[in-house]
Nanobody, 120 residues
Framework: QVQLVESGGGLVQAGGSLRLSCAAS????????MGWFRQAPGKEREFVTR????????SYADSVKGRFTISRDNAKNTVYLQMNSLKPEDAAVYYC?????????????WGQGTQVTVSS
């Protein structure tokens, strides 16, 4: 059974930091692309960042460039999202996802989400 389990969400003041984790299990993800998405109340889900498990190449949404960093730990089968200089507009439920290269995210695997709240 494939599982992506996010953790690390919580309440933080604007300007603060959080680190989210996504523990992957149930299959080998070594050829997959791992990503983070977020959805705020009343808004559509939006892409945040992604990383190739194989090459480590990354990409970021413009809104988080320079503040967020995605990384992976192959030994632990875990992907991280380090979020610094958080803003109130970063508040959302953050989801971890995995997909095969070239495929659509909706065809991949998704976690249950973790809430991030940023107070101003």
């Amino acid at each position: 059974q494939v599982q992506l389990v996010e953790s690390g969400g919580g309440l933080v003041q604007a300007g603060g930091s959080l680190r989210l984790s996504c523990a992957a299990s149930g299959r080998t993800f070594s050829s997959y692309v791992m990503g983070w998405f977020r959805q705020a109340p009343g808004k559509e889900r939006e892409f945040v960042t992604r990383i190739s498990w194989t090459t480590g190449s990354t990409s970021y949404a413009d809104s988080v460039k320079g503040r967020f960093t995605i990384s992976r730990d192959n030994a632990k089968n875990t992907v991280y999202l380090q979020m610094n200089s958080l803003k109130p507009e970063d508040a959302a439920v953050y989801y971890c996802a995995a997909k095969r290269p070239g495929d659509y995210w909706d065809n991949g695997y998704w976690g249950q989400g973790t809430q991030v709240t940023v107070s101003s």
